[in-house]
Nanobody, 123 residues
Framework: QVQLVESGGGLVQAGGSLRLSCAAS????????MGWFRQAPGKERQFVAR????????VYADSVKGRFTISRDNAKNTVYLQMNSLKPEDTAVYYC????????????????WGQGTQVTVSS
């Protein structure tokens, strides 16, 4: 079993930055693909970014490409999401997820989820 705990969310003005962290415990996640998703009120959960086990391969949603960066530190069992140039439309609960095997941009391919952290961007 894997437990994921997100942190780093908060309130920020448009154009600002935040860095989210996702700390994993339980089984080591160093071999798992990891992802970030987000869900705004009344909307479906949306893919944000994905990183493979080594950190050498990343995928981003078009809406965040060039502004967000996903990274991981396997020694610390932690995944990060650096968010720059934030926009009001980035406001959502952000979730960290881990996949037991291969993973894509679909939430259904991830096996473990954190409880989420709120990000609010004011205009």
């Amino acid at each position: 079993q894997v437990q994921l705990v997100e942190s780093g969310g908060g309130l920020v003005q448009a154009g600002g930055s935040l860095r989210l962290s996702c700390a994993a415990s339980g089984r080591t996640v160093s071999v798992y693909p990891m992802g970030w998703f987000r869900q705004a009120p009344g909307k479906e959960r949306q893919f944000v970014a994905r990183i493979n086990w080594s950190g050498r391969s990343t995928v981003y949603a078009d809406s965040v490409k060039g502004r967000f960066t996903i990274s991981r530190d396997n020694a610390k069992n932690t995944v990060y999401l650096q968010m720059n140039s934030l926009k009001p439309e980035d406001t959502a609960v952000y979730y960290c997820a881990a996949a037991g095997s291969s993973a894509s941009t679909s939430a259904g391919t991830y096996d473990y989820w954190g409880q989420g952290t709120q990000v609010t961007v004011s205009s």
